[in-house]
């Protein structure tokens, strides 16, 4: 009885929407009917220059208008097929290519900041990817609703044909659909698709004040012991948990990171994006075939920011190598407060960044027994390079990861809310790396020692670190 009930309801549902839908274009027919009448009322007699340009702006934003309602009724869910089971195979994979081999998904995540959507973290071809729809199947009746995506490619694409993209799509009203599929097509069969989890769903209360994004650990990395240093620095600042994409690394490195995991500070996301593309170590494009800089980077960072939305207070996006140190407070806690207080309003926080080359020792800290671990001693290099009048140094930031929208690596692109230049007194970026000016002599650099505030809980926590893993 229930479910013959039930089965009549659905039925039902179908022409319903459909009705609902000719209604509301004929109704935008009609309204710009009306428009135009009155349009043609004011617009037709007198003979002036003003009149006429009124005129003309009043015409096209009401045409822009209707087109916009279209738009939008385009993109609503539709019903395609009732009473299923929510079938096809549920993918945990990080990267998934679609059919086409010209879109990947990283992972959905229901996003209501503005209206009811899903939103899928992706990296599609900027050409060849014109349109992609969201498979949802609601429960517990089994309707699937097909709603055609916005696809919005990141506009800091740096040349590269590959580059991120938020694919957007409507959510049904009748349900809070789990599962999502993504298909090039409104037709065929959702079994066949593999279906995604869509993240941040339910409310969550928050977890930690500051998670570290590490977004791509490529190359046999091995800077074993500049890696352990920084991972204790974070800590020692703040962090409780460091996300790290992790596309390869050494034997020794894969040691230190299971540490780290089975610690609970870092949560390992494997980035396999080279199996699928060809990714450029460069940030930029340099005519040579690649498909997308610098290892899918700033897909990642944007993935790094919604898969810690509800769960971290504050994210920190920054790379291994860097450490944005505080120089009035004693931790990054007081430091976000106090630079919160100060800026309503603001959710992103933007902190320069300063090399400090690893070619100019100072040996205050040798620690002995750190002498046989791969990797810069970062205790040593307390020397950084001045500005330089034509060059603006880039940036790192802090968020608010519930304010952003779209990100890219030195700023946010879409975000609501303004970006705050965190200055030079309050924190630096500790950059350690090979130089940037490297004809620069000794005595030309500044002498920086903020890091070595630090040095003794640094050099305590290390030491458990490598007793446990590397030594
Ligand atoms: C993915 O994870 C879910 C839940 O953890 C599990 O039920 C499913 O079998 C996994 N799928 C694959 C292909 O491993
Ligand atoms: C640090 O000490 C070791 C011996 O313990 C020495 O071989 C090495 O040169 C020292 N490093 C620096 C930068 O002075
Ligand atoms: C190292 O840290 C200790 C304890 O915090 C401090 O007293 C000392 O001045 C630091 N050493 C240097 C060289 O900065």
């Known amino acids: 009885m229930w479910m013959a009930k039930g089965a009549f309801r659905v039925s039902q549902t179908v ?43 009043t015409l096209t934003s009401m045409v822009a208008f209707s087109y916009l309602r279209l738009q939008r009724i385009d993109h609503l869910p539709k019903i395609i097929q009732e009473g299923r089971r929510c079938r096809g195979e549920i993918t945990n994979n990080t990267i998934t290519p679609l059919k086409d081999k ?110 570290v994004c590490i977004s791509a650990m490529f190359g046999n990395y091995n800077n074993v012991l500049q890696f352990i240093q920084s991972m204790e620095m974070y800590k020692i600042l703040g962090a409780q948990k460091v996300v ?15 540490f780290y995991m089975e610690e609970g500070t870092v949560e390992i996301i494997p980035w396999p994006i080279n199996s699928y593309l060809k990714v450029s170590s460069k940030w930029h ?56 207080e100060q800026n309503p309003g603001t959710g992103i926080f933007l902190f ?49 990861p519930r304010r952003v929208i779209q990100t890219s690596v030195h700023s946010v692109l879409r975000a609501y809310g303004t970006s705050v230049n965190v200055p030079m007194d309050v924190a630096l970026i500790y950059h350690c790396r090979v130089p940037l000016q490297e004809n620069l002599p000794r005595d030309s650099l500044i002498r920086d020692t903020t890091l070595w505030k630090y040095n003794s809980s640094l050099i305590t926590n290390v030491n458990k670190v490598l007793q446990q893993t590397v030594l």
């Open 244 to 258: 790290v994409y992790k596309n390869s690394c050494s034997e020794l490195m894969e040691k230190v990171l299971k």
């Open 102 to 211: 010209r879109t990947f998904i990283i992972s959905p995540y229901f996003d209501d900041r503005e209206s009811k959507v899903t939103r899928v973290i992706g990296i599609v071809h900027h050409e060849d990817v014109k349109e992609l729809y969201c498979w949802f199947c609601c429960q517990p009746h089994g309707q699937i609703y097909v709603s055609k995506a916005k696809i919005d490619v990141h506009s800091d694409r740096f040349g590269f044909p590959y580059g991120a993209a938020d694919i957007v799509c409507l959510e049904p009203e009748i349900c809070d659909p789990t599962h999502v599929s993504i298909h090039q097509s409104p037709h065929g069969n959702i079994d066949q698709l593999p279906r995604f989890e869509i993240k941040n769903r339910k409310a969550e209360t928050f977890s930690v004040d500051f998670t």
């Open 15 to 57: 022409p319903a929407i459909r009705l609902k839908m000719q209604q509301h274009k004929l109704q935008g027919q009609r309204n710009l009917h009306l428009h135009l009448d009155t349009f043609k009322m004011f617009c037709g007699g007198k003979k002036s220059y003003f009149v006429a340009t009124v005129c003309i702006i």
């Open 352 to 400: 320069e960044n300063h090399i400090f080359p690893e070619t100019i020792s100072t040996p205050v800290f040798n620690v002995s027994s750190w002498n046989t671990v791969p990797g810069v001693n970062i205790l040593q290099h307390v020397h950084r390079e001045p500005d330089r009048k034509e060059v603006i140094n880039p940036k790192k930031m802090i968020i608010d």
């Open 285 to 340: 494009f340099m005519q040579d075939g690649t498909h997308i800089g610098y290892y899918g980077q700033i897909t990642a960072l944007n993935d790094c920011i919604y898969r810690n939305m509800r769960r971290s207070k504050f994210v920190v996006l920054n790379d291994a190598d860097e450490i944005i140190l505080p120089l009035k407070h004693p931790d990054w806690k007081t430091m976000m407060s106090s630079l919160q």
